[in-house]
T-cell receptor, first 111, second 114 residues
Framework: EPEVTQTPSHQVTQMGQEVILRCVPI?????FYWYRQILGQKVEFLVS????????KSEIFDDQFSVERPDGSNFTLKIRSTKLEDSAMYFC?????????FGEGSRLTVL | AQSVTQPDIHITVSEGASLELRCNYS??????LFWYVQSPGQGLQLLLK??????LVQGIKGFEAEFKRSQSSFNLRKPSVHWSDAAEYFC????????????FGQGTTLQVKP
């Protein structure tokens, strides 16, 4: 069964460092997303991406964040200068149209 | 504002007992409705979805959910819970077919007693 894969599964970084989280969406899907879940809190929408551009982003998705689909298969989330409050589980998701499939997440710990 | 509420943060049921997890949403029209399950250390797995039509939908692992427009609810049910059902359950609502953004509830942690 096709699935969304994410790397790394866990990353520890120092505050102020840049982090790139990678995702390989399901191959025939056209819509891509990033969500995050801070420990003990709701899963929150960050950004959606379609046709090589951002279609919607939340207030959380400020200038420190960016997304890219560099090679037609990967979908990346970059955090330019990490803060302590960026520590969370980051989920990538993809959809053909309306039904979203999630990866297993990348846990980011900022020290 | 659009919102999703799962009133029960934590539920404990005995194995073999029935289960109902509640979900209410706030929106002017009928949204797309989903239930996802998250086992410890795992990602979010889709259990079932409602877009339109029959208001009782069947999902994987023996789960079902019923959409009640009058109550703005989409409660998840299972007639007989198994120990492997212990997990966190998230109700999610999609309000736009253009961006596909989902809004999630707080989640309900299900504990199953032997």
């Amino acid at each position: 069964e096709p699935e969304v894969t994410q790397t790394p599964s866990h990353q520890v970084t120092q505050m102020g460092q840049e982090v790139i989280l990678r995702c390989v969406p399901i191959s025939n899907h056209l819509y891509f997303y990033w969500y995050r879940q801070i420990l003990g809190q709701k899963v929150e929408f960050l950004v959606s991406f379609y046709n090589n551009e951002i279609s919607e982003k939340s207030e959380i998705f400020d200038d420190q964040f960016s997304v890219e689909r560099p090679d037609g298969s990967n979908f990346t989330l970059k955090i330019r200068s990490t803060k302590l409050e960026d520590s969370a589980m980051y989920f990538c998701a993809s959809s053909e149209k309306t039904v979203m499939f999630f990866g297993e997440g990348s846990r980011l710990t900022v020290l | 504002a659009q919102s999703v509420t799962q009133p029960d943060i934590h539920i404990t049921v005995s194995e073999g007992a029935s289960l109902e997890l509640r979900c209410n949403y706030s929106y002017g029209a009928t949204p797309y409705l989903f239930w996802y399950v998250q086992s410890p250390g795992q990602g979010l797995q889709l259990l079932l979805k409602y877009f339109s039509g029959d208001t009782l939908v069947q999902g994987i692992k023996g789960f079902e959910a019923e959409f009640k427009r009058s109550q703005s609810s989409f409660n998840l049910r299972k007639p007989s819970v198994h120990w492997s059902d212990a997990a966190e359950y998230f109700c999610a609502v999609g309000f736009s077919s253009n961006t596909g953004k989902l809004i999630f509830g707080q989640g309900t942690t299900l504990q199953v007693k032997p």
